[in-house]
């Protein structure tokens, strides 16, 4: 098995492409060793001293490394030979449901519902792709009909990353704005 890695713009952050689905679809994230329990995977990435995020995509790994002195060439052979070792075991990736399979859902009413479809549909075909190959994704999180503010979430290598803002405002608020004329600004929740 050969697993590549690619840097992210967030320097704390590498991604790892086992060359094999990951999630299939969707994406997990684990801000804690608590939450990786529900992995068998993130468990044992979590038990590597560094680590101190993981994320899944569809077909990669994003591993987010703490500030202290531990640098990437000498983490990077343990969080690879934790990804062997799992795909090697033949476990499932976790026992639990999707965890975006809800996310953003809300009781909207009148024109906010088509709203609301229009922006989750620009995120899925236009922004979550080129989100997802600097190893990270973008959520829907809500909707202000009232001020027109539309709330998002940066996870796996774009949170945090020193470039998520301006990716946020340069970017994907210019694009919503464009394509949905009642979007007036983007936020990012945490």
């Known amino acids: ?9 967030n320097p704390q952050v590498l991604k790892f492409i ?3 689905d990951v999630t299939g679809a969707g ?14 995977l993130a468990a044992a990435l979590f038990e590597i001293e560094g680590v101190t995020r993981v994320f899944f995509g569809a077909d990669f ?14 983490l990077k052979p343990h969080v690879l030979a934790a990804i062997m070792d799992h795909y090697v075991s033949g476990q ?6 999707n965890q975006d399979a809800a996310h953003g859902e809300g009781d909207y009413t009148g024109d906010a519902v088509q709203i ?12 979550r792709p ?5 190893g990270g994704d973008i959520l829907f999180d809500r909707y202000e009909p009232d001020t027109g503010v539309v709330w998002l979430q940066m ?16 970017g994907v608020e210019n694009m919503l704005k464009h394509y949905v004329p009642e979007v007036t600004r983007v936020e990012q929740t945490l």
């Open 1 to 9: 098995m050969f697993i590549q890695t690619e840097a992210t713009p």
């Open 18 to 20: 086992p060359g094999r």
């Open 27 to 40: 994406t997990r994230e684990y801000r804690d060793a608590r939450e990786a329990a529900a992995s068998p």
């Open 61 to 74: 790994v994003t591993i987010t490394k703490g500030d202290g002195d531990l640098e990437w060439k000498h």
């Open 92 to 97: 499932a990736l976790e026992g639990g449901a």
């Open 116 to 127: 609301v479809a229009e922006i989750k549909d620009l995120l899925d075909s236009r922004i």
């Open 130 to 134: 080129s989100v997802a190959q600097d």
């Open 155 to 170: 996870r796996g290598a774009c949170s945090g990353c020193p470039s998520s803002t301006a990716t946020l405002k340069s």
